[in-house]
């Protein structure tokens, strides 16, 4: 299940990206048709009413992305997979890679090096990701969108 969000719902695909979904991000109209014309089945997620792509599309109403969430629950719950939760950049929307903890050890904060025994890395920003690095509270989130 692929989505692809428009312009005015960047932090819904963040948290799509979160639970590790394909969730790209079209900034503007020339984006959006592109992306739809490259994979016409992404699910596009829009606040606009009535949409010219022939692309399923979801009207999101809520502003606040927590209800934008509850609106789509159906899907994500239907969508999840656990293994590939938290396994995605949530700028680059690319899936992480694994490293060797020694080859990260000067990206990180010291503390962190020693805490952690996994850690990931973006192949296209070079973010490095552990277990910890997404926003607090994902775990909930993952519950609460599950339930
Ligand atoms: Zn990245």
Wanted: with cysteine.
């Amino acid at each position: 299940m692929k989505f692809v969000c428009d312009a005015m719902l960047g932090k819904l695909a963040k948290y799509l990206r979160l639970l590790g979904f394909d969730a790209s991000y079209a900034r503007n109209k020339a984006a959006l048709t592109d992306r739809l014309s490259q994979d016409p089945d992404r699910i596009l997620l829009t606040r606009r009413s009535g949409s010219e792509f022939s692309s399923p599309t979801i009207h999101i109403r809520s502003e606040l992305v927590r209800e934008q969430l509850d609106e789509i629950k159906g899907l994500i719950k239907a969508g999840f997979n656990k293994d590939t939760a938290l396994s995605r950049c949530v700028e680059c929307n690319v899936s992480l890679a694994e490293v060797d903890k020694e080859e990260v050890e000067s990206r990180v904060p010291e503390f962190v090096y020693h805490t952690y025994a996994r850690f990931r890395l973006c192949p296209s920003c070079k973010r490095v990701y552990w277990e910890g690095s997404h926003a607090k509270g994902m775990g909930e989130l993952i519950k609460e969108m599950l339930r």
